[in-house]
């Protein structure tokens, strides 16, 4: 009986329609609403080029006017802004070293794509947190920390409950924006702290939910967990870590794909029996009212490290119409 190959199972289209669609069922981020696939991101990008430009109009913000006899009314104008986002180009390759195992299966191309998928559910993860990383170093240094919120102790302080996750300090750090506080309905967090509520019997599990992605809930809002949610060295003596936690808002991130010219190819290098897969994809992750740009990037496409940086980033929405804060706590 002949080998089954990779280019025996693998029909590259239908693999790569297969493997978009079951990453986004997979994801978390996607499932809860907070990433979600803009029509307008998707139109842009087939027209090419890294960086998407999105013109929107700002707030009306001008007073009312008292009218008076024999008195003009002054006209106002609406103010424009523009929102711009960043392509990301990424790959991924495997040899049948790494794949064999998968050929056993009843239906191997799914047994294989559910496998990438996989992947690229964690790919897309650690580029978002990388993403809110640079966002909120942004926000730190040009807008006064204004969504962020620090509870964590320093020094010698002794560690209390206001330094921990916490019902209180959600409510504290959804305030940041204000009457617009009930946009956020999610929160990502570390898997530590997420053990910490499942101690205490603060998690809800509502399985039927789509709110509950599989982590349950916490005061109302869906929870997801990440450890690639920043954890750090604490610098006081009574606490061991600093952790961050995002809170979000349906639609906070805004998400697009276009297929690169071969997005899906198997390989065969007869010299060493080896099938390979690759796997390809050019897409969108973007921050909505948080401008990309482009300050020091060193080659084509930007890495996570350079994702990080706070150069990269500008806010150009109002601060309440951003769907995004930060929490830091001791745990």
């Known amino acids: 009986?002949?080998?089954?190959?990779?280019?025996?199972?693998?029909?590259?289209?239908?693999?790569t329609n297969y493997i978009q669609?079951?990453?986004?069922?997979?994801?978390?981020?996607?499932?809860?609403?907070?990433?979600?696939?803009?029509?307008?991101?998707?139109?842009?990008?087939s027209g090419g080029g890294k960086i998407i430009k999105m013109p929107f109009f700002k707030d009306l913000d001008d007073d009312d006017q008292v009218r008076q006899s024999d008195t003009s009314i002054t006209v106002n104008s609406i103010s424009t802004g523009?929102?711009?986002?960043?392509?990301?180009?990424?790959?991924?390759?495997?040899?049948?070293?790494?794949?064999?195992?998968?050929?056993?299966?009843?239906?191997?191309?799914?047994?294989?794509?559910?496998?990438?998928?996989?992947?690229?559910?964690?790919?897309?993860?650690?580029?978002?947190?990388?993403?809110?990383?640079g966002v909120f170093a942004d926000n730190s240094s040009n807008d006064s920390g204004d969504l962020i919120l620090d509870q964590t102790i320093s020094g010698a302080e002794a560690l209390t409950d206001s330094a921990l996750i916490s019902g209180p300090n959600i409510l504290d750090a959804k305030q940041l924006l204000g009457d617009s506080k009930e946009k956020l309905t999610a929160i990502a967090m570390h898997s530590q702290l997420h053990t910490r509520l499942q101690k205490n019997d603060l998690i809800d599990r509502i399985p039927d939910s789509d709110q509950d992605v599989g982590w349950g809930m916490y005061m109302g809002h869906t929870v997801i967990v990440d450890d690639n949610c920043p954890r750090s060295a604490s610098g006081a003596d009574n606490a061991s870590y600093e952790y961050t936690s995002y809170l979000f808002g349906q639609g906070a991130i805004g998400y697009g794909e276009v297929n690169p010219k071969t997005p899906t190819e198997t390989d065969r290098k007869a010299e060493d029996d080896e099938d390979r897969l690759f796997n390809r994809?050019?897409?969108?992750?973007?921050?909505?009212?948080?401008?990309?740009?482009?300050?020091?990037?060193?080659?084509?496409?930007?890495?996570?490290?350079?994702?990080?940086?706070?150069?990269?980033?500008?806010?150009?929405?109002?601060?309440k119409n951003i769907r995004l804060v930060k929490l830091v706590t001791n745990g």
């Open 1 to 15: 009986m002949a080998a089954t190959l990779l280019s025996d199972v693998i029909v590259p289209e239908v693999f």
């Open 21 to 45: 669609e079951r990453t986004a069922e997979k994801s978390a981020f996607f499932n809860s609403g907070i990433v979600s696939q803009d029509p307008e991101i998707d139109q842009q990008l």
């Open 281 to 319: 994809r050019n897409f969108l992750l973007h921050p909505r009212g948080i401008a990309w740009q482009e300050d020091s990037i060193a080659n084509d496409f930007p890495t996570n490290t350079e994702l990080e940086q706070e150069g990269e980033w500008d806010r150009v929405y109002e601060k």
């Open 82 to 133: 523009q929102d711009e986002a960043r392509l990301h180009a990424r790959a991924g390759a495997w040899g049948a070293e790494d794949l064999s195992a998968e050929l056993s299966g009843d239906d191997p191309m799914q047994a294989i794509g559910n496998r990438v998928a996989d992947w690229w559910d964690r790919k897309l993860q650690a580029i978002l947190i990388s993403t809110l990383k």
